[in-house]
Structure formats: structure tokens, C-alpha cells
């Protein structure tokens, strides 16, 4: 399984980009980077995934380096209600077909007014 | 109009106790996921189901037995509770088991907490 490796903690201000990196140097060719995020008390929620190209949608956008070994999230307009744990997770494959997600510790963004 | 919901939000309980945790999601899916969150915060699966059958079981002592009534809904039943067992544990669902680039939905969480 390629694991990912991740910054502790972040800080942002309001308003600005929020740039959060990860790095999954072991990554294997058909395995997509997730990002999710979990806010203070809810549920993890889905930000968005790529396998080589980057990608935008309305939350985010992924850039993921051409070699695949690291990518960053970028929250082009950071608010106070983006402060989570930020997720970086390399899908893990079991062993009768199933995938589950393999949570790491996750970097904790703080946007500050 | 709830994608993931559980029931119930929070859970206190004694040491020794059995208990359930329901989880139902609308939005049509395959596969459900029990996650479970401990004090440090590190996020594991449990457990997953697909169409009513047991596909993913990591190593939970067996007091934890998940149980798929139908596709829409996962319970997990706890017997002989102990104080390790307190964490918060998540509901997920999927579309489907087999795709790689398939999305979880995760419910609010469940807090249990054992005394």
C-alpha cells in the first residue's frame, strides 16, 4: 500500500490560497490520490481525486507532480469554515476486491481571520 | 434528506453492556462501511458490506458483529462493551465495491462512550 506523508499543521489567512502538500513516493500506477477533509465533530467529506492530471471542481483543485510521488491540495480562496484535518489517502485494494480508505494522520488547517 | 444517517448520535453506557449502532443511507448504493475513530483520532475500517455481503473484516475482536438487513442499511451490534471500545464510529456508503475511484459518503458519527 503507498503511504502518504503529510505536514502536521497548517496555518492560512482568510481569503488566501491554501496550499497543502503530500507526499506518496511509493504510489503504484493504477492507484488515485483522494484528498478528504473532516470538519471539528462531523463525518469525513470527499474533496476531491486525480490519477496523473490535475483537477479542478468546485471545493478545490489536485496537482499531482508528473512522477506521481507528491501532490497538493490548493484551496484557491481559503474560509474560516475550511479549518479540518485535511486527508491525503492513496486507494488501498483489499485482498477479496473491496477498497477502504486508509486514513493517516491528516494535516490540520487553520484559517485565521 | 439525509444521505448517511446513524443512530444515535451519542451513546453512554456501562462496561459489560451490549449495544447497536444503525446506520441507513438513501442514496442508493452498494457497499456500506463501519469506520472507527479512537481517541488519537486515527480513522480505521471496521468493517464493509456489499449488496448484504461481508467483504472487507479487519481485526475487531468479535464482540463487534455488523449486520445488513438490506443494502440500505448497516447496523453494528457491540457485545460485552469495554472502555477500549470507546471511540466515535462512522457509517460510510459507495456506489460500488469494485471501482478504484469510487467516493465515500460518511455519516455524522456515533460517540460512544463506555464507563
Known amino acids: 500500500d503507498a503511504k502518504t506523508t503529510q505536514p502536521t499543521s497548517m496555518d492560512c489567512a482568510e481569503g488566501r490560497a491554501a496550499n497543502l502538500p503530500c507526499n506518496h513516493s511509493t504510489i503504484s500506477g493504477n492507484e488515485y490520490v483522494y484528498w478528504y477533509r473532516q470538519i471539528h465533530s462531523q463525518g469525513p467529506q470527499y474533496i476531491i481525486h486525480g490519477l496523473k492530471n490535475n483537477e479542478t471542481n468546485e471545493m478545490a483543485s489536485l496537482i499531482i507532480t508528473e512522477d506521481r510521488k507528491s501532490s497538493t491540495l490548493i484551496l484557491p480562496h481559503a474560509t474560516l469554515r475550511d479549518t479540518a484535518v485535511y486527508y491525503c489517502i492513496v486507494r488501498v485494494a483489499h485482498s477479496n476486491s473491496g477498497y477502504a480508505l486508509n486514513f493517516g494522520k491528516g494535516t490540520s488547517l487553520l484559517v485565521t481571520p | 434528506d439525509t444521505a448517511v444517517s446513524q443512530t444515535p448520535k451519542y451513546l453512554v453506557t456501562q462496561m459489560g453492556n451490549d449495544k447497536s449502532i444503525k446506520c441507513e443511507q438513501n442514496l442508493g448504493h452498494d457497499t456500506m462501511y463501519w469506520y472507527k475513530q479512537d481517541s488519537k483520532k486515527f480513522l480505521k475500517i471496521m468493517f464493509s458490506?456489499?449488496?448484504?455481503?461481508?467483504?472487507i473484516n479487519e481485526t475487531v475482536p468479535n464482540r463487534f458483529s455488523p449486520k445488513s438487513p438490506d443494502k440500505a442499511h448497516l447496523n453494528l451490534h457491540i457485545n460485552s462493551l469495554e472502555l477500549g471500545d470507546s471511540a466515535v464510529y462512522f457509517c460510510?456508503?459507495?456506489?460500488?465495491?469494485?471501482?478504484?475511484?469510487?467516493?465515500?459518503?460518511f455519516g455524522p458519527g456515533t460517540r460512544l462512550t463506555v464507563l
Open positions: 460510510a456508503s459507495s456506489l460500488r465495491r469494485d471501482l478504484s475511484t469510487d467516493t465515500q459518503y
Open positions: 458490506y456489499n449488496n448484504k455481503e461481508l467483504i
